[in-house]
């Protein structure tokens, strides 16, 4: 598990240094989030340091002989926090752009439209 956390601070510490450099590789990777959908200033702006607390809590938990059970314990709570936090980012119409939130409101209406499939009939 050492090496886990170990290799996981590596890429955040990489990705760290891209988002204060103004430049990503890894949080538009994929097809599930587009960068034409968020205002890139904003979201980069919150997630380094999101992506800077990351880091020191997987090296802490690399070396987690160092901080005692208690501390692995308090900052697995601190990564989880970070993570909640990453998912509000994403999900918060102030980070997104026009076309983030046609998207958005698409899905809702989509998402509502399901549920009351059974009801029309």
Same mark, same amino acid.
């Given at each position: ?34 960068? &034409? ?5 904003? %979201? $980069?702006?919150? #997630? /380094?340091?999101?992506? !800077? ?28 926090? &970070? ?5 509000? %980012? $994403?999900?918060? #119409? /102030?980070?997104?752009? !026009? ?23």
């Amino acid at each position: 598990m050492d090496m886990l956390f170990f290799f996981a601070a590596c890429l955040g510490l990489a990705e760290t240094v891209d988002l204060f450099m103004g430049k990503d590789f890894l949080i538009f990777m994929g097809k599930q989030v587009e960068e &034409t959908d968020y205002d890139l200033q904003k %979201v $980069f702006r919150v #997630e /380094k340091w999101l992506f !800077a607390a990351d880091t020191i809590g997987c090296f802490l938990l690399a070396k987690g002989s160092l901080i005692g059970f208690w501390g692995q314990l308090a900052v697995i709570a601190i990564l989880f926090a &970070t993570l909640f936090l990453h998912m509000w %980012v $994403f999900n918060n #119409e /102030k980070f997104m752009t !026009a076309s983030g939130l046609k998207k958005k409101q698409g899905k809702k209406e989509a998402r509502i439209a399901w549920k009351n499939r059974k009801k029309r009939k």
